[in-house]
Each structure stands twice: as C-alpha cells, then as structure tokens.
C-alpha cells in the first residue's frame, strides 16, 4: 500500500514513539521493574500516565492516526522517553510543529572536520556563523579579508553588528548600502525562528542605538531570504576584489550557516588572493 505523505510522517511519528519507548528501563523513570514484562521498554499505559495524557489518545498516536500533536504534548512525551536534543528535533518535525527557540542552542566553536573544510578552502575566505549571526569560525582568507576575529569580543564578531557599526566595513564593502539593507533583510527573515530569544530584543535595540541606518531601515519589515550571489570588496591592500557567495546549512540541526567567497571567473582576484596569501 502506498502511503500519501501526511500518512506517512504519521506513520513515521508512530514508529518513533515505539521505538523510543522500547528503550527505556522503568527504573529510568521511577518505576519498578519487579513485574514480568511480555515486551522490553515502558508500557503504553506508563508512558501515558506519565506524560499527563490519556491511554487511548496515545495509543492513536502509535497506531499512525491523524490527530494533531500539540507543542505541549511534544514537550511532555519528550521528557518521559529521555529524549536527546537530536531525537527531540526529529520529534517536533515529525509533529509538524515549529522548533521552539531552545533547541538549537549556541555554540561557540566548529568539530575539527569543519574547521578543516574551513582550511581547505585556501583561496576563499570562508565563515562559520550561529543563529545569531555571530561568526565562530574562519580561516586564514577571511582573517585577511574581513579582520583577526580572535582579537575580537562576541558582538563585534557578530556579522549584522559589524556591518553597521564597524566604519571598516562600510570601506571595504562597495556599494555599502545595497549590501547592509540585504543583510538587514536576511537578518530579519531568520528572527521569526528565535523570537522569542531575549538576546534578539536586546540586541536590536542596542543597535538601534549605535547606527542611524539600522534605525532608520529596521521599521520598514523588509525580508529577504536568499543569501548574496555576488559581493565586491575594495581591500586596502588588494583593492578590489570580487567574490561569488554562496550559504551552506551545517547538517546537524545545529543552525549554523557556512558562507563562502569563491574568488569569480574572469578577475584578477584569486591571484590578489594567492598574493595576501603569500605576504
């Protein structure tokens, strides 16, 4: 039989929750494991109990039927089958529910496979951010493009901050303004995921305060979801130069975001690369 996809991913919610549950020992949640048990794990009934729901509504929730799944339940079910931050994700998208802005959680370095991508990518400067925009990792290209990043505190690593604040950057970008009101943009179609983060609310004020543009551009609402295709820095070594960007998810729901500068066909920049590179 073939499976429409809402049966489906009700289908997929109710092996999950069967599985979960088989691997948990009662004594894991406070129950005696003195009785004899037909099958491994926790009972249905138990997980019921425990979780502050009904038995036959949970049990419909194994059977793969089409009832919807509030965050609260999510949230409960979660803490009963002992779930790890992974297998919470996978729960609240097979709910079809939005993450709440807990899970992702912040960060402040890179596994050393990724810095190691970072590495590798010699001749394009290349950046590590978070979902605050905040960059966690670089390598030596975008040191010598974009300024020691080490030598910085947290806001002033913060991509958005910089580019409103940091009269560098406002040199070393042409055509300032089209870039900072597209980073304005892009900043703002990612707040909605993590609006409820007390971070975010003050961090926009606190920018509102340090630059007129930011203040003057934040009220407008505009939203812009697709990252830059092309950027053109004046460097006060290299001069110009001229990059493809391209933006990469991390793949393992940790919400960080890989950009990379490939120096564009048809320039001199990958050789004024190779030439800050060697200095």
Same mark, same amino acid.
């Given at each position: ?12 919610? /109710? ?6 549950? &088989?691997? %948990? ?5 406070? +129950?005696?494991? &003195? ?17 502050? %729901?009904?038995?036959?509504?949970? #049990? ?6 089409? %009832? =919807? ?12 089958? !002992?779930?790890?931050? @992974? ?7 097979? /709910?079809?529910?939005?993450?709440? *802005? ?12 990724? @810095?190691?991508? +970072? ?7 290349? !950046? ?8 966690? *990792?670089?390598?030596?290209? *975008?040191? +010598? ?37 597209? !980073? ?12 409820? $983060? ?22 407008? =609402?505009? %939203? @812009? ?9 004046? =460097? ?24 990379? =500068? #490939?120096?564009?066909?048809?320039? $001199?920049? *990958? ?5 800050? +590179?060697?200095?």
């Amino acid at each position: 039989m073939i499976l429409t996809n809402e049966k489906h991913r009700y289908k997929e919610l /109710a092996d999950f929750f069967k599985t979960r549950r &088989a691997k %948990i020992l009662p004594s894991q949640v406070g +129950l005696s494991s &003195a009785t004899r048990r037909r099958t491994p794990g926790l009972r249905r009934e138990e997980v019921a109990q425990l979780a502050g %729901i009904g038995i036959t509504w949970y #049990t419909w929730l194994e059977q793969g039927r089409t %009832i =919807h799944v509030s965050t609260q339940v999510i949230e409960s079910l979660s803490k009963v089958l !002992l779930l790890d931050k @992974q297998e919470r994700i996978h729960l609240y998208r097979l /709910a079809n529910q939005p993450l709440p *802005a807990d899970i992702p959680g912040y960060q402040g370095t890179v596994s050393p496979i990724l @810095q190691h991508v +970072l590495d590798s990518l010699i001749f394009c400067p290349s !950046l590590v951010t978070d979902q605050r925009w905040n960059v966690i *990792a670089w390598n030596k290209a *975008a040191f +010598l493009i974009f300024g020691d990043f080490s030598e910085m505190n947290v806001r002033e690593r913060n991509i958005v901050w910089a580019m409103f604040t940091d009269n560098k950057y406002k040199q070393l970008f042409v055509d300032w303004n089209l870039h900072a009101k597209g !980073l304005l943009g892009r900043f703002r179609s990612t707040c909605g995921q993590y609006i409820e $983060d007390s971070w975010l609310a003050q961090f926009i004020d606190d920018l509102k305060m340090q630059s007129t543009e930011f203040n003057l551009w934040w009220p407008l =609402h505009e %939203i @812009q979801s697709n990252g830059e295709k092309y950027k053109q820095l004046n =460097h006060p070594i290299a001069g110009i130069l001229d990059f493809e960007v391209s933006n990469f998810d991390v793949s393992d729901n940790s919400g960080l975001k890989l950009i990379v =500068h #490939t120096p564009l066909s048809g320039t $001199d920049t *990958a050789t004024k690369m190779k030439l800050l +590179l060697d200095e």
